[in-house]
């Protein structure tokens, strides 16, 4: 197990959670798609519609079609549809369906973030692993319908 740590802050504080563009590209999809769910969305529309980049959001969608949460038919009038209702589609099964390597990361930066091997004796491992599972099981019970209900300011 690797943790991605911070650079070395004075004080460490917590900016929220980092997620890949894949899971960020792949939710905003399926939240679009699950907004209307008795229509086909093209992936042009939907990446106008959400502001997404067409070729990574086009591999999101594979993957959530190859994964079972998406339907996809070809043709001018077809498009991506759920093949799911949006309260089975868990966000921790989305975001294995997208991501080959999942990491949890805190701080700000990215770019210059280091990886720390715990050695095998790590008296804070139990704390680390006690975290990452409450943390997946929280994204095991969390759903897209559950999205559909979060109001955004």
Not at 106 to 111: A, P, Y
């Amino acid at each position: 197990m690797a943790f991605i740590l911070p650079p070395k802050p004075r004080h460490c504080k917590l900016f929220g959670m980092k997620v890949s563009k894949h899971v960020a590209f792949g939710l905003r999809a399926l939240l679009a798609i699950a907004r209307e769910p008795e229509k086909f969305h093209s992936l042009s529309s939907l990446a106008e519609k959400e502001g997404l980049p067409e070729t990574p959001t086009r591999q999101c969608l594979m993957r959530l079609r190859k994964a079972g949460f998406l339907s996809a038919e070809k043709g001018r009038t077809g498009g991506y549809k759920l093949a799911r209702a949006p309260q089975e589609i868990s966000i921790a099964n989305v975001i294995h369906a997208l991501e080959d390597e999942i990491y949890l990361s805190l701080g700000q930066e990215r770019r210059r973030a280091r990886f720390y091997e715990p050695p095998k004796n790590c008296p804070i491992m139990p704390f680390w692993n006690r975290m990452e599972k409450k943390f997946w099981e929280l994204l095991e019970t969390v759903t897209l319908a559950d999205l559909l209900k979060t109001k955004t300011s």
